[in-house]
């Protein structure tokens, strides 16, 4: 959780926020009390999620489909030669990219307000 803090930091001091808010699911890892109580001391707050809404998760709206298309085919032998893969091809996708799925997300999350997190289809 240090190294997590540290590239937060990191981070922050490129942007103008001192505040840190994290998105994640409601998976059993997440949840844990050692999670919890790691994030808090760490002053991360935690955003809450709906108990099953696969469709809000951010990275499902414009990274893995992207991911999924540029590493369609290649073969990884080892898990470290995978996450370099990954990494740089996240680092070729445009900044404008990460906003229109944020945006995106923001309207995903509006319905799901509005329907009471009940199921919805056609977005």
Excluded at 49 to 75: E, M, Q, T, V
Excluded at 76 to 88: E, M, W
Excluded at 101 to 123: D, M, P, T, V
Aim: with cysteine; aromatic share 6%.
């Amino acid at each position: 959780m240090k190294k997590v803090k540290s590239a937060i930091n990191k981070q922050q001091s490129k942007v103008s926020t001192s505040r840190t808010l994290l998105l994640h699911d409601n998976a059993g890892p997440h949840k844990a009390r050692a999670t919890t109580q790691s994030l808090r001391e760490l002053g991360i707050q935690v955003l809450p999620h709906p108990a099953y809404s696969p469709d809000l998760a951010p990275c499902n709206l414009c990274l893995f489909p992207i991911l999924k298309d540029r590493l369609a085919g290649r073969k990884f032998d080892r898990i470290q030669d995978l996450a370099k893969a990954v990494n740089s091809e996240l680092r070729t996708i445009p900044e404008e990219d990460y906003q229109g799925a944020f945006r995106e997300w923001q309207i995903r999350l509006k319905h799901c307000i509005e329907s009471h997190g009940e199921y919805f289809e056609g977005l």
